[in-house]
């Protein structure tokens, strides 16, 4: 049957890639993907042949994936991260409907939440939320109520998409509303361009992070009640009794 | 600088390792971990020194692993998919404090929410909480209150450690907590052994959940208010304005 592959490729390609993703790169005919994406990956799978599409053009990527996938190849869709999280692994399956013929498979990939988590130390070892601040698809009356919610509930919490040119401030009113929960001094955590070049990471406070501007390459951690900077590392404890 | 490497070897080890995991295990003098963790790398690397403790015996295996960095061995700690994630990233880093001589990385790992969801579909594609249903560390009051208020603001939510023999009614409880908010017919999904012999799946309504009994192999997917079932695929869209 023909397939279309759905890989996450890491937050950076190259070595937190994982030996399936490789795998299936190498023995695939196409490549599919953002063209910054594809840009990852051109030099080591050189033989490909690849196809890409500016952002927000997600649909007519699947589109294609799925058509080049009719005509008897085999083709990997790339994602940063992993597919499944914010990634095109949902809509492959939604544009699928109109390719019964094409089968789809999802590969895993290091996604922004564990890499950034491994950059800063053990921010996510207990129970956390995962929020995206970009009102582009949902409503921001939503977006305030999970964070809320999250909050509340005393969730490790961490964000993707923090910030862009049009939602320079959402930062600064998402913390705002954790700060009605949370401590002012809780421990957060902000890294920038995961596992790429130029990658940096800061630990500093809630009510830092409220003045701080960040860009859409950045992903913020957020503690919990038990968060605690340990020699310049941010540590979530396993739990309450803890040894 | 002595090292220890707090490494996540994903789902099932093999295929679903990173690169970077794969290259950390090959250079390390001793691999550290849980025997059942060990058992799946031992052949791979079969020119190491291997360490194991048995389980709740965690503390003893961060003292292991820093004892053996510091007579200057590298040193690698293995973890079930990611060691960032209900991992021993964050014990290694407290009980690190009393070997200052010693670095500690983490490399992290496709864990069970990312590894599961590939295997269910694209569960995962919006803001999801992840909560662990083990109150061994965690009071039981303090689980609830995150069940609820993460089923409240619509995550998808995604249980580690559902059940066990101790707690063979916690995932009813469970769903009876997220039944508050959420409908009955919401799509869930479970995924036992991800990555590794005997994978299956399933995917049913929250109700049916509320009376299925699970394992402590298996993980479980509860779908927010938009979740759907497409061609016995679990699928959550990006958002409400969906294309």
Not at 85 to 97: C, D, I, P, S
Request: glycine residues 8%; aromatic residues 8%; negative net charge.
């Amino acid at each position: 049957m023909n397939k279309v592959y759905v890989v996450g490729i890491g937050p950076g390609a190259g070595k937190q890639m994982t030996a399936e993703a490789q795998e299936i790169l190498a023995l695939c005919d196409t490549i599919v993907g953002y063209t910054v994406y594809v840009d990852l990956v051109k030099e080591q799978f050189s033989d490909k042949l690849f196809l890409t599409t500016p952002m927000k053009r997600e649909v007519e990527r699947c589109r294609m994936a799925l058509e080049e996938a009719k005509t008897g190849k085999d083709v990997a869709m790339i994602c940063s991260g992993d597919a499944g999280v914010y990634g095109m692994a949902g809509l492959m399956y939604e544009t699928g409907v109109d390719f019964p013929e094409v089968e789809i498979e999802i590969v895993p990939g290091i996604t922004a939440a564990m890499g950034g988590a491994a950059v800063l130390g053990a921010p996510l070892i207990h129970d956390f939320a995962v929020i995206s601040l970009s009102d582009l698809l949902t409503p921001w009356e939503k977006i305030e109520k999970r964070l809320k919610a999250a909050a509340m509930a005393d969730f490790v919490i961490c964000l993707y998409n923090p910030s862009s040119r049009k939602r320079h401030d959402y930062l600064k009113r998402a913390c705002e509303y954790m700060l009605e929960y949370k401590r002012e001094d809780t421990v957060c955590g902000i890294v920038r361009n995961i596992g790429r070049e130029g990658e940096t990471s800061e630990i500093l406070t809630l009510k830092e992070l409220k003045d701080t501007q960040v860009d859409m390459f950045t992903t913020v951690f957020v503690g919990n009640d038990e968060t605690k900077e340990l020699n310049g590392r941010m540590v979530t404890p396993r739990g309450y009794r803890n040894v």
